[in-house]
T-cell receptor
Framework: RKEVEQDPGPFNVPEGATVAFNCTYS??????FFWYRQDCRKEPKLLMS???SGNEDGRFTAQLNRASQYISLLIRDSKLSDSATYLC??????????????FGQGTTLQVKP | EAQVTQNPRYLITVTGKKLTVTCSQN?????MSWYRQDPGLGLRQIYY???????DKGDVPEGYKVSRKEKRNFPLILESPSPNQTSLYFC???????????FGPGTRLTVL
């Protein structure tokens, strides 16, 4: 089983749609969780950190479910400019590898007019 | 301007010819890291450094070396490159491992 798993997609949605991505992780000791966005082989950029209580930033909502070991990203009112690959990132977890960061392979979103 | 720079951006080389990819950040970050990105495999961590003179292996360290002699620089060294190291490489830095990582623009390496 991969340490961090995402459905690679692609997710093809019309403008204005709501779309949700999930990401599962295997290490229950992981403490830090993030969503990054990557445009077509450019460098990834932080979209949002994911907090235990869940957090929202405009049209984007991130949630963490520790019991089931998954994090989610919800995008409301999709825009053409949301088309990108979304990367789930989890840290190594225990004290021996806290600096280790594990990326999911990414979920590709294509928003159509 | 706060940034992470990598050089070179593109490199074509031959098997066995030692090369170094430089990475430099101007944000006084303690944490730096190298990744490679391959189709279908996503980003995989090669090495990371929590501070000067402190480096640790990531998921795919074989065939790579790093050093962290000063805070701002974290070069990636391929002593004897092989074709399976053909990839897109990213360097990143952050204030800690649990904060936002800032990525460099990437280095596309081809080993013939």
């Amino acid at each position: 089983r991969k340490e961090v798993e995402q459905d690679p997609g692609p997710f093809n949605v019309p403008e204005g749609a709501t779309v949700a991505f999930n990401c599962t992780y295997s290490n229950s000791a992981s403490q830090s969780f993030f969503w990054y966005r990557q445009d077509c082989r450019k460098e990834p950029k932080l979209l949002m950190s994911v907090y235990s209580s869940g957090n929202e930033d405009g049209r984007f909502t991130a949630q963490l479910n520790r019991a089931s070991q998954y994090i989610s990203l919800l995008i409301r009112d999709s825009k053409l400019s949301d088309s990108a690959t979304y990367l789930c990132v989890v840290n190594g977890g225990d004290s021996s590898n806290t600096g280790k960061l594990i990326f999911g392979q990414g979920t590709t979103l294509q928003v159509k007019p | 301007e706060a940034q992470v720079t990598q050089n070179p951006r593109y490199l074509i080389t031959v098997t066995g010819k030692k090369l170094t990819v430089t990475c430099s950040q101007n944000m006084n970050h303690e944490y730096m890291s190298w990744y490679r990105q391959d189709p279908g495999l996503g980003l995989r961590q090669i090495y990371y450094s929590m501070n000067v003179e402190v480096t640790d292996k990531g998921d795919v360290p074989e065939g790579y070396k790093v050093s962290r002699k000063e805070k701002r620089n974290f070069p990636l060294i391929l002593e004897s490159p092989s074709p399976n190291q053909t990839s897109l490489y990213f360097c990143a830095s952050s204030s800690t491992d649990y904060n936002e990582q800032f990525f460099g623009p990437g280095t596309r390496l081809t080993v013939l």
